[in-house]
Antibody, heavy 121, light 113 residues
């Protein structure tokens, strides 16, 4: 059974940092693009970042470029999102999502349950 | 960037009836080389992550009931739910993956009348 489980979300002050993790199981983690998608309360999902199967190619939404860093450890089947210089508008539920083999951008067939990040003083 | 616009924002449908709602992209998401529309639909229930229903605009994900169907091409797309069931109450999102960055619509909330 494919599973993705995020962790690391919490309340943080503006300007602070947080590192999210996403543990994958039930599939060949190292073979797929992986993505982070976030959702502010009452809003639609917004794509945040992606990383290719071997970690050599990463991309970011303009809103987080220069502040967030995506990475992966395939030995641990884990995806990360390092978030620095956090702003109030970064508040939301952060999901890791599985992409599709062969496509840098695709539909997301599995999502984790999400982890809540709240940026507030 | 491609902007995805969904309509209506919400609709109420009687049990057993049909629900139809739309998604419009600001640019085509049809790739002429393979004649595929790079468009997916998701269902999201409260407190849950989005669940993939349809990709390539009309291909149903494994395990999704056949009362869900997707149609459309280019910039205009429709998700139809036939024989609406109580468990279909949710917010539905479309997503384009044709051009970077991938983008979601604002959602359509489906309720029971």
């Amino acid at each position: 059974e494919v599973q993705l489980v995020e962790s690391g979300g919490s309340l943080v002050q503006p300007g602070g940092s947080l590192r999210l993790s996403c543990a994958g199981s039930g599939f060949t983690f190292s073979s797929l693009w992986m993505h982070w998608v976030r959702q502010a309360p009452g809003k639609g999902p917004v794509w945040v970042s992606r990383i290719n199967s071997d970690g050599t190619s990463t991309s970011y939404a303009d809103s987080v470029k220069g502040r967030f860093t995506i990475s992966r450890d395939d030995a641990k089947n884990t995806l990360y999102l390092q978030m620095n210089s956090l702003r109030a508008e970064d508040t939301g539920v952060y999901y890791c999502a599985r992409g599709t083999a062969g496509y840098s951008d695709s539909w997301y067939d599995y999502w984790g349950p999400g982890t809540l990040v709240t940026v507030s003083s | 960037d491609i902007v995805m616009t969904q309509s209506p924002d919400s609709l109420a449908v009687s049990l057993g009836e049909r629900a139809t709602f739309n998604c419009k992209s600001s640019q085509t998401v049809l790739y002429s080389s393979n004649n595929k529309n790079y468009l997916a639909w998701y269902q999201q229930k409260p407190g849950q992550p989005p669940k993939l229903l349809i990709y390539w605009a009309s291909t149903r994900e494994s395990g999704v009931p056949d009362r869900f169907s997707g149609s459309g091409s280019g910039t205009d797309f429709t998700l139809t739910i036939n024989n609406l069931q109580a468990e279909d109450v949710a917010v539905y999102y479309c997503q384009q993956y044709y051009r970077f960055p991938p983008a979601f619509g604002g959602g359509t909330k489906v309720e029971i009348k």
